[in-house]
C-alpha cells in the first residue's frame, strides 16, 4: 500500500489507479498461492473467485482484502491454514483485515506455513472437502444420468 497512487476518476487517471494500483491486491494472492503451496488455482484461487463474485465494481481494497478473509474461512474454517494464509498475504502488502488483530510477520508466516494447525482445525477442513466431494460425485451422478 505504500505504493498506493490517488488518481482521479478519469481516463487520463487510469479509472481512480485501478490498473496502476492492480499490483496490491495481485502480490496479496501470489504471496497467499505462495504460502499454500500447491496449484494457484486450487485454494488460493477458490478463495479469489469466490471473493470475486462476492464484489461489484465498488468494491475497495479494504473491502475485498476482508472479503477473501471471510471467504476463506466458509470455503476452509476459521483459524484454517488458509484463512491464516490471507490474512498473511494482506498484512505483507500493508492492509489489515477489519477486526482481526495485527500479529507479528513471524507470526503470520508460521501461521501460513501451517504451524499451530490443531486437530480441531484440522476436523473442519476434512468435513468440508468430504461435503465437496459429495457434492461433485453428485454432480457426476446427474451429469451421467442425462446422457
Do not use: C
Not at 30 to 49: C, D, I, Q, R
Request: proline fraction near 2%; hydrophobic fraction near 40%; charge should be negative.
Amino acid at each position: 500500500m505504500s505504493k498506493f497512487v490517488h488518481l482521479p476518476d478519469t481516463e487520463d487517471g487510469d479509472n481512480g489507479g485501478v490498473h496502476i494500483n492492480s499490483g496490491i491486491p495481485n502480490k496479496a494472492f501470489y504471496l497467499l498461492a505462495v504460502g499454500l503451496g500447491g496449484y494457484a488455482w486450487e485454494a488460493a484461487g477458490l478463495v479469489w473467485y469466490e471473493a470475486l463474485k462476492a464484489s461489484t465494481v465498488t468494491t475497495q481494497f479494504q473491502e475485498f482484502a476482508d472479503t477473501t478473509y471471510f471467504k476463506a474461512e466458509e470455503l476452509y474454517g476459521a483459524g484454517s491454514t488458509e484463512q491464516e494464509a490471507v490474512l498473511a498475504g494482506w498484512g505483507e502488502v500493508g492492509i489489515q483485515i477489519t477486526g482481526v488483530p495485527r500479529r507479528s510477520s513471524a507470526r503470520r508466516r508460521a501461521a501460513a506455513s501451517g504451524g499451530g494447525l490443531d486437530m480441531a482445525v484440522l476436523t473442519q477442513q476434512i468435513e468440508a472437502l468430504s461435503t465437496q466431494m459429495k457434492d461433485l460425485a453428485n454432480e457426476v451422478r446427474s451429469l451421467q444420468a442425462g446422457k
